[in-house]
């Protein structure tokens, strides 16, 4: 299996979603926040695509990567799961660096809250993602889906009728 950047920031947020999206149910045509978020991704820094390379490596797809600079760009609507985008550019950093490509840095980027992080990979960091590359696969390999886990974040998950039809979190 390859693990990417998407199953890295759904293991973060729920082992759920994380197994619905692996084993093929996959919930985000439906939903009218992730039709926000790609609106935002596309028209929030309209020159980026002519500045900057698209690249497919290992299971892993990463829309701007500044060559020139060596930096990672990763786009998102809210900072919400903050804590699963931050993993998820970790996540691209450890895969290029991996691929011989050092020096990495990451900036995760909130258009509409004007917020931008730097992010940057720690040994500590590889280790932990070695562990959950794993844990990712068992998760995923269950035969039964994980519970549901009723957080906050549950109402705005593109799953949400999915999980909870007929129930209130």
């Known amino acids: 299996m390859f693990v990417t950047g998407t199953h890295v920031n759904y293991y973060h947020v729920c082992h759920r979603k994380l197994w619905l999206f692996a084993n093929g149910i996959q919930m985000e045509h439906t939903s009218e926040l992730v039709g926000e978020g790609k609106l935002i991704h596309e028209y929030a820094y309209p020159q980026r695509a002519e500045k900057y390379s698209e690249i497919e490596l290992d299971g ?30 970790k996540y691209y950093l450890f895969v290029l660096e991996k691929k011989g490509i050092t020096g990495v840095k990451g900036v995760l980027e909130y258009p509409t809250l004007r917020l931008r992080e730097e992010i940057e990979l720690q040994e ?18 269950q035969e039964n889906m994980p519970p549901r886990v009723g957080k906050k974040i549950c109402r705005t998950c593109s799953y949400y009728d999915f999980c909870w039809s007929g129930e209130e979190p």
């Open 60 to 89: 892993i797809k990463i829309d701007y990567y500044d060559a020139k600079n060596k930096i990672v760009h990763e786009i998102k609507k809210s900072d919400k799961a903050e804590e699963a985008h931050s993993w998820q550019v």
């Open 124 to 141: 500590d960091d590889s280790l932990y993602l070695q562990k959950i590359m794993k844990e990712i696969e068992t998760v995923c390999g």
